[in-house]
């Protein structure tokens, strides 16, 4: 765990002065949102609730390399599936000039134009599932009897999958990283939760959500019941109410999202 501090040069009419918030994101994702909260005045203290590492066994994305030229669509389903599968395929071969790429929320269509590809298919209203679903490239009409390639985690949700089969597409899995549960020691968080020193824990994963029960315990949780919780989207602060904890607030998604309501919140 770092705790990142605001600088004495803050003014004290910064939003988050005086505000501690714990961000559960995975240590390589942590940074941005760290640094606007501190230039707000605030204090960040990481703990996060998910790890992320390459495939264990990277035969899916070795056995998916020379065949990339099948295929009319890449879905990356997050900043780290860009990251593990471009830095795979990449150093054997270039990608093809004719397989779009498609991918949802800002960061990960960020990741992507600095990559060097060209207007990604990212849906520019929703941050899930169900908007990508929604877009016209991933309608009936424009998927049926198409090949669409997923890069993705170990597990995860199915619907764009299943969604995009029963359109008529031929669509295949590759998993190029897993996701687990870091070993951090819970005290890292309690003993400052013990002193009344957190203002708000920042949730940004269903998973993370259940991590955060594990690696705390029931009684451990239980002490941070009453400690306010920002969640990204409904699917994860509905995991956090049934966690029990008292008070959730559902944000937008991404660190816009987040800051605005951690700004209204405390500003």
Avoid at 3 to 16: G, M, R, V
Avoid at 205 to 226: F, I, Q, Y
């Amino acid at each position: 765990m770092r705790i990142d501090k605001p600088s004495a040069s803050h003014e004290k009419s910064a939003p988050l002065v005086g505000r501690t918030l714990v961000v559960t994101r995975p240590l390589e994702q942590a940074d941005s949102l760290c640094r606007r909260i501190e230039a707000a005045g605030g204090k960040a203290i990481r703990f996060p609730v998910l790890a992320i590492a390459p495939a264990p066994d990277p035969a899916q994305l070795e056995a998916i390399v020379p065949r990339l030229d099948e295929f009319d669509l890449a879905f990356f389903v997050s900043p780290n599936a860009i990251h593990h599968a471009l830095e795979f395929v990449l150093a054997r071969r270039a990608w093809p000039a004719g397989l779009r790429v498609a991918t949802v929320g800002k960061g990960s269509e960020r990741v992507l134009l600095q990559r060097g590809f060209r207007d990604p298919v990212v849906p520019q209203d929703g941050f899930d599932s169900e908007s990508v679903l929604a877009l016209p490239e991933f309608s009936a009409e424009a998927v049926r009897g198409r090949r669409v390639v997923i890069f993705r985690g170990d597990g995860g949700r199915d619907l764009i999958r299943d969604t995009l089969r029963e359109r008529g597409a031929h669509v295949e899995y590759v998993t190029c990283y897993r996701r687990y549960c870091p070993p951090l020691d819970p005290g890292l968080l309690l003993q400052p939760a013990a002193r009344g020193e957190l203002d708000a824990l920042l949730l940004t994963s269903s998973e993370g959500v259940r991590n955060l029960g594990g690696m705390l315990g029931a009684e451990g949780l239980r002490a941070l019941h009453g400690v306010p919780v920002f969640a990204s989207h409904a699917r994860i602060a509905a995991e956090a109410r049934e966690a029990g904890f008292a008070v959730v607030i559902e944000t937008p998604a991404g660190d816009d999202g987040l800051l605005q309501a951690l700004t209204r919140h405390f500003g």
